[in-house]
């Protein structure tokens, strides 16, 4: 089974900029959690999505959103980029029931200039 | 609310030597569930391991096991005879019933020299 995809690998933006990125669960997962890492804060989490509806979401600005398709695949966005959303973006995806294991992708590096 | 403590940040070790790291949990629910990732260089997270409140029976998986204590809200994990490929961030998780989000520990990192 292939597991968590996350696309693109590395982005290098500027301030103001928006940016987009995307992660394709593991085949038959419903559930997409989206986190952010940086060295100050560590694992934080952004949001969940299941069922193509936000379930949970983390205490971030509304300038992070994201949404969720008909096949699971899932998108963050994150608009006027400041200096401070530079961060590794790790996507999970787990079957969505309470406790289940979430499977990490590769990340997506985030340097906002 | 739920926290999760790794108070060792950095750890170092010589190749073979066995090696404990430390996780300590809040939680005011009784059932919820406890993880362990692993994050190579390369940064992406390896599930490891997973259990539930109700199930304190030890877990050994070859070279790693995991000593989970409700009595001290502790789960710990121990590898023995370190390799230099166990070199990496070791995050602990808890979520809590109900779809909760994974909240990490800040993260020990671990290097095994040769």
């Known amino acids: 089974k292939a597991g968590v995809t996350q696309t693109p690998r590395y982005l290098i933006k500027t301030r103001g900029q928006q940016v987009t990125l995307s992660c394709s669960p593991i085949s038959g997962h419903r559930s997409v959690s989206w986190y952010q890492q940086t060295p100050g804060q560590g694992l934080q989490f952004l949001f969940e999505y299941f069922s193509e509806t936000q379930r949970n979401k983390g205490n971030f600005p509304g300038r992070f959103s994201g949404r969720q398709f008909s096949n699971s695949r899932s998108e963050m966005n994150v608009s006027t980029l400041e200096l401070g959303d530079s961060a590794l973006y790790l996507c999970?995806?787990?079957?969505?029931?309470?406790?289940?294991?979430?499977?990490f992708g590769p990340g997506t590096r985030l340097t906002v200039l | 609310a739920q926290k999760v403590t790794q108070a060792q940040t950095e750890i170092s070790v010589v190749e073979k030597e066995d090696v404990t790291l430390d996780c300590v949990y809040e939680t005011r629910d009784t059932t919820y569930y406890l993880f362990w990732y692993k994050q190579p260089p390369s940064g992406e997270l390896v599930f490891l391991i997973r259990r539930n409140s109700f199930d304190e029976q030890n877990e050994i998986s070859g070279r790693y096991s995991w000593n989970f204590q409700k009595s001290t809200s502790s789960f710990n994990f121990t590898i023995t005879a370190s390799q230099v490929v166990d070199s990496a961030v070791y995050f602990c998780?808890?979520?809590?019933?109900?779809?909760?989000?994974?909240?990490f520990g800040k993260g020990t990192r671990l290097s095994v020299i040769a």
């Open positions: 999970a995806s787990s079957l969505g029931t309470s406790g289940d294991t979430q499977y």
């Open positions: 998780a808890l979520s809590e019933e109900g779809n909760t989000p994974l909240v």
